[in-house]
Structures are given as structure tokens and as C-alpha cells.
């Protein structure tokens, strides 16, 4: 286990200088998380067009570096995309943190995957699983129209 | 006294974390385990096991003398005028729950209130809003001040002849405040108003003497006592528990069972519903007995020494932010880093063996009203020395290497 590979620059500066952390304008719909375990709350902000395109997507929050950076990382890479690519890159993006594969999507650039890897020191810490999805999950609430609160101990 | 020699009857200590030593700075969460406690439950099942209070064969009198015991030794341990007030329960959490349940069933009505304080863990608190679903009672929270402090006055300004239960820690599990029980409980008992204490974190670390506090209820946490897990205990005073009906249904606590009525034997018999954790309150004998020879004025002054070191060491440290400043302190410090979350802390930590808690601890009406969605902890036990609060101070360094630099 090597904090190195958990504490990445691209992390620890998206921790730190988190993108789309707003309410974006013209929102359509949107979702909370919570981990309760650690307090760790997100609220995701949807713009998903009539093409089922994700126009905008931002987050509100509060929580680690971790968690923080999960959620600016995912509205960067999400924005703009299709919904069921981002609902693909998502599910790939969940099976590297738990299983360790590698996310590689087609549709995502070099670029992109770097950024998304970067998150995958992340499996060695089981503890911190949680706070690296909680995000993604909330999206999944928000685009599908859940009205739970995405909790991470259910 | 020899505190590395105290520590070597520890085995988790000759364990390695990641490679380094373990420094252990998360007691109030839980303590570890004397290897008497651990030998003594082996034993206990290799060659004393059976139910207790129920068989006639001679490993059940055994048994059950064993069991008996322990709940003398923790009579003793607080100075309980009866064996009978001493309860055994599953922890201290269900000792609050079995107060509201009983208490609240038999004397709270409509629009009877509660006070507790901003400091209680949501062990003193989700119990209580039971209550107020349930029956309608309110709640009110004595404020605590910037430094941690609940003052005398905040309880007193909230107390109306409405009020049926004061309810307080002894210590805080965030802030280490030492609550001012004697007070307390004096202007309590001048209205007549019981009060109840979660004493989890302070029957590890202070002495303890119910009939001098003169509190109502106690509740104590085994597994902070450097006992078993699955075992609290409740003090009740004796008029309460003749007086509070059962709490759980089940075998051994009845008197006699018919068709159309049941009858109840008296405390602690009433209140202590099926078999028990026998093993483990067995055990819990010899946690009592470590802590006495040591002594608890011993681990007191001990814990406190470092405690001091602790505070004056991260004071220095000019990233750290010390949450609360109380007159009186158990063995606790909170802190954030600026810049850093807890739970990055945590993480941090513990790659050099540092065991801390991050999070809200179960307070998070405290951390609300703080303005800060969690801490980091160190607790301290009496294992602990200078030692570990020069690695926690250097490994704090570390976090701020990794996010500051």
C-alpha cells in the first residue's frame, strides 16, 4: 500500500481546486449522497438534454480529498457525454475500485483515462472505496430520477 | 510506574501495522486487551463454560459464581451501595435505551422534557427522540460553549417543572470536557429531577464513587474498560430499579408464568432478558482487577500527563487546530489540519502505524455546531506514552508534506 499511489497530484489538485463545484445553471435534476459513517455529503447537479446528452453537471459537498476529487474528476469527464457512455464509464470506473480492472473506454481520451486512473490507488484503501463512489452513485440517482439519498452503508 | 511494562501485557502491541509499530491512539473508540482478558475468556469456555443461573450441575454453580463476581467487582469498582444495582447489559448504549424505554415508559408523558447537552454522543440522544416520537416528550440541549463547556446555568435555564430527566456525559468523546457532574447533579436533585450519566468515557479513566456523585443512572462501556466486547453495564439506584418495569421479555427474568398473568423477580434479575454474554462478563472480572492494580488514580495521572504533553506538543505545531479548550480534559484530543480533511488524516496516519478516529464520532450535533463536518482523534489509554505523541506529531508533519507542500 503506498500513500503515493492514493495521494496523486492530479487528486490532491482536484481536492483542492475542485471543477464544477456550483449549482449549474438551467439544472433538470438532481441527487444527494451521503456517507454517514464519515459524514461525507454530495449534491449533484444534472443538465441531461432531450438527446439524453449530459449538457452540464456539476456538485456541491463537503468531504476528503478523496471524495472531493472523485466528484470534480467525474463532472469533468462526464460533461458532454451521452448518458449510457457515462453510465458505462461509471460502472467501469466502480469495477477498477473494487476488482482493480483497468477503466479503458474507447470513447474516453488519452487525456480522460489518465485522469480517471488516477483514482485507482484508491482499491488498496477498502476504507475509502466509499468516499471515491459516492459521487458517481449520486449521479446515477439524478440522471435516473431516484429520489433516495444515495447512502454509501445501505 | 512502568508504563512499557504495562504495555507488554498487551500482544496486540508485538504486532506490526504496515511494517511500523502500532501506536494506538483510538481508546475511546475502544481500549485493547490485557492478555489476562483474553486467557481468562479461553479459559473460562476450556474448562468453566455452561449457562449460568438456570442447570443445577456443578459446572453451572461454577459458572454462575464466576459470572456473580464479576457483578461484585464492578459494585465495588464505582462503590454501589447494592450488587443488585449493578446490571449487565449489551453495551452502555443499551443501558441509555433501557432507561428510556422503562423510565420513559412508566414517568414521561406528553410534553415532558428532557435535557441533554450539545456535547452527547448519539448513544445520550437517538434514544430520547424515541421517546419524543413515541410519547411526545421534548428535548432540550444545554448549550456548550467555544471552549467545550456546558456550564451549570445552561442546564439550569432550561430546567421547568416539565422536566423529568437530565441526561449527560461524564466526559466528551470530541472535546474531553470533563463535565461538572456534582454541580449538575446537585441542582438536579434540589428540583428533584433525576439524571442520568454516560460514563463511557469516564469510568475507563476516572474514579468512581455513585453514592458520592449520587446520580441516578450510570452507564459504562466494557470494551473502553480494556474488557470484552458485547458487555455494558448500568447502575441504577435501587428505588428506581424496584420501582421501573422490565425491559426485555424472555428467559430468566420471571418470577412465576401463567396462561393469563406473568410475574417478575426483582433487579438485576428483571432486567437482564435471556442468556447473556457469560464468557465475556467473566472476563470483564479481570479488566477490573488490571485496572485496580494498577490503580485508577494512577492511570488518571498518568493519562493526563500525556494528555498535557499531547496538547502542548500540537499547540506548537502551527497546522493544527486543538477542538475545545476545556478547564478540565480527559484523555482526548481533537484536531484538524488546516487544508486537510479528517479522513485524509486518518489515512495518512495510519501508514505510520497511528491509529486515530476520523469523523464526527457520533456527535454530529456538536460538529453542527461547531461548523466543521468532522475531526481527527487521538484518545489516549494507558498504554500510551511521550512516545506516540512524538510519532503522531511526526506523522502529522507528513500529512502537511503531502497536501501543503
Known sequence: ?154 | MDIKEIKSKFPIFSNKVKGKKLVYLDSANSSQKPKVVIDRISNFYSKEFSNVGRSMHSLAVTATNRFEETRDLIKNFINAKFREEIVFTKNATEGINLIASTYGEKFIQDKDEIIITELEHHANYVPWHFLRKRKGAVIKFAECDKQGEVSVDSIKKLITNKTKLIAVTHVSNVTGTILPLNKIIDLAKTKKIPVLIDGCQGAPHLKLDVQKLDCDFYVMSCHKMYGPTGVGVLYAKKKWLDELPPYQGGGGMIDEVKKDDISFPESPTKFEAGTLQTAEIVGFAESIRFIENIGIKNITQHEKEITEYGLEKLKKNNSVSIIGDPKERGAILSFTIKGIHPHDIATILDDDGVAIRAGHHCCQILHEKMGIPATARASLGIYNSKEDIDILNESINKCNKIFNN
Not at chain 1, 91 to 118: R, V, Y
Open chain 1, 1 to 154: 500500500m503506498d500513500l503515493k499511489e492514493l495521494y496523486q497530484e492530479i487528486i490532491l489538485d482536484h481536492g483542492k481546486n475542485p471543477r464544477n463545484k456550483k449549482k449549474c445553471d438551467g439544472f433538470n435534476k438532481d441527487a444527494k449522497g451521503n456517507n454517514p459513517l464519515c459524514g461525507d455529503k454530495v449534491h449533484v447537479f444534472l443538465k441531461l438534454n432531450d438527446e439524453k446528452q449530459v449538457e452540464d453537471i456539476s456538485f456541491e459537498g463537503e468531504g476528503c480529498a478523496i471524495s472531493i476529487a472523485s466528484a470534480s474528476i467525474m463532472t469533468e469527464i462526464i460533461k458532454g457525454k451521452d448518458f449510457n457512455v457515462a453510465k458505462k464509464i461509471l460502472e467501469n470506473f466502480i469495477n477498477m475500485l473494487k476488482e482493480g480492472s483497468k477503466p479503458g473506454i474507447n470513447s474516453l481520451s488519452d487525456n480522460e483515462n489518465t485522469t480517471i486512473m488516477s483514482l485507482s490507488g484508491v482499491k488498496q484503501f477498502p476504507m475509502r472505496v466509499k468516499c471515491a463512489t459516492l459521487a458517481w452513485h449520486t449521479f446515477l440517482h439524478a440522471a435516473e430520477d431516484n429520489k433516495k439519498v444515495v447512502n454509501t452503508e445501505k
